[in-house]
């Protein structure tokens, strides 16, 4: 007998396991790791009142109610805790699921990502809504919290502070400074996880995008609003150029640096099991090195991931897309944009990420982690407006409203222009004919699949491969693999060994104990 198992959304059976491309023997760890962290979390209720009461400058904590675990909003990679204060709201964010053991760091770095994000953003476009930050600390200890509301005596000193740097011409910190609380409770908590204080984005505010946008996508008015208010988001955080390929961090000191590698969701995807991702150079300078080491982080999966083929043709025709991909990477990005413009993404704009009101203009935007500085030719609309997956798009139904969205962001584009001095309306690149221009040489398609691990070889052969050859996929596929790596045909036996492992360790994991009641009937 065989038994039904949990993940972290959905209970699944052996049947349904063995069909997935992603590795479930690991994901059936998640539920485990996800109750003892939970657990670790809610036995430190006292902690969170004292880090609230740190970061907000509150004497008392008797105003303070934390919710109850069942209350707490579980996403993918964070644990949110609704905090409620008398007057007052927020939430506390805390994260797993980011490969921290297997390379240790990638909490602090995810922590400091988003709240490098935050302090960009709330610099650089103050007409982006996005929630208040109102302070953070790493794993290590080490505490920041916003000037505002700091102590009478150490915010002055640092609004001085920055007026004096600023006189003398020197690098200025960000609104976030070190603050280091001294208690006790604060200080044995924090030593195994980091986290965000950020504010609660109220019903009153908004609700998110994915609760409505199945039942009223078709709304021509509502899509409308919804396109207009996303055209300005992107219009705005993509209006300052960027001189690298990277991710804003607040360091310990308080400053906000171009310093951390671009750090994306499927990179700590990866690194949660254990898949190394090449990506670890701080900065890019090229649109093409890039590109090369995201391709390298695919080619890591390939390698390292036990189910990553199903059999010897799956193998092949992976290894030949991933051969072509690296051929045919010039084709999709314009060499007049290889060193720039650069700008700010959001990478991970799915519609839970986004509030809106009744009338879907947007109200604000949540989980910021995973936002980067990377190639404007990676800029594209929205994968999802079809509300399909990345690898299941209809074209022609697809294009429909991604028409209709360029219209929109072009019409916004032009007011925006008007607006400018005379003479600078012609310096700059505008980001509706770059998002046309895209979609023409397939190069949405090329970004789509970079940024989809186990997508990107139905795009390649659906999408990227027949804009350059009337060749099917086994044409390609009895040639291209020996370009991939050396020694193939090792390689290929050691991939199919790996899966026949896999197979025999993900059955063991489904057989039944005496106790167990719910059965997969195969």
């Known amino acids: 007998m065989l038994r039904t198992r949990q993940l972290l959304k959905e209970d699944i059976t052996y049947s349904a396991a063995k069909e997935r491309e992603v590795n479930i023997l690991h994901q059936l760890g998640y539920v485990d790791h996800q109750s003892r962290f939970f657990s670790y979390l809610n036995a430190r209720r006292e902690w969170m009142k004292t880090v609230i009461s740190h970061h907000l400058g509150f004497k008392s904590t008797a105003m303070f109610h934390i919710a109850k675990m069942d209350d707490w909003l579980r996403g993918s990679f964070n644990v949110c805790v609704p905090v409620t204060i008398d007057n007052w709201n927020g939430r506390q964010q805390s994260g797993n699921r980011v490969g921290e053991k297997f390379r240790p760091g990638n909490g602090d770095e995810k922590i400091q990502c988003e709240a490098g994000a935050y302090a960009w953003l709330q610099e650089n476009c103050p007409d982006v809504p996005i929630p208040r930050l109102y302070g953070f600390a790493m794993s290590r200890g ?270 916004e584009e032009t007011e925006q222009v008007r607006s400018l001095p005379t003479g600078d309306s012609g310096k700059i690149s505008r980001l509706s004919e770059i998002m046309e221009q895209s979609w023409v040489k397939g190069t949405f398609w090329y970004t789509l699949a970079l940024s989809s691990p186990s997508g990107l070889f139905n795009l390649f052969y659906n999408h990227i491969q027949p804009l350059l050859s009337k060749h099917t996929y086994e044409d390609i596929g009895g040639v291209m693999p020996f370009y991939w790596g050396r020694d193939a045909g090792k390689f290929v036996a050691d991939k199919l060994a790996d899966k026949k492992k896999y197979d025999s360790d993900l059955r063991q994991a489904f057989e039944a104990s005496g106790s167990d009641e719910t059965a997969d009937k195969e």
């Open 142 to 411: 080490e505490s920041l919290t916003r000037i505002e509301n700091l102590p009478f005596l150490n915010r002055w000193f640092q609004f001085l502070r920055r007026r004096l740097l600023q006189w003398l011409r020197l690098p200025v910190p960000s609104y976030y400074v070190p603050h280091q609380n001294k208690s006790n409770v604060h200080s044995e908590a924090v030593s195994e996880t980091g986290y965000l204080l950020i504010e609660c984005v109220e019903e009153a505010q908004g609700t998110m995008l994915s609760n409505t946008w199945t039942e009223k996508q078709q709304d021509a008015e509502l899509r409308t609003n919804f396109f207009k208010s996303l055209s300005r988001i992107l219009l705005s955080i993509t209006k300052t150029p960027l001189p690298h390929i990277v991710s804003f961090i607040i360091n310990k000191e308080g400053y906000l640096t171009l310093s951390n590698r671009p750090l994306t969701m499927e990179l700590q995807e990866l690194e949660n099991e254990k898949i190394a991702t090449e990506i670890q150079v701080s900065t890019y300078s090229t649109t093409a090195s890039y590109v090369a080491e995201l391709l390298g982080a695919h080619d890591s999966r390939l390698r390292n991931q036990p189910n990553a083929v199903k059999n010897l043709p799956d193998c092949g025709y992976q290894m030949a897309a991933l051969a072509a991909m690296r051929t045919v990477a010039p084709l999709f990005f314009d060499r007049d944009f290889n060193r720039g413009p650069f700008v700010f993404s959001l990478t991970d704009l799915h519609q839970s990420n986004i509030f809106v009101d009744d009338q879907w203009h947007i109200t604000s935007l949540v989980d910021l982690e995973w936002a980067c500085s990377r190639p404007i030719q990676m800029v594209d609309p929205p994968y999802w407006l079809t509300n399909k997956g990345g690898d299941n798009i209809d074209v022609a139904e697809y294009d429909t409203l991604r028409k209709e969205f360029l219209t929109t962001l072009s019409v």
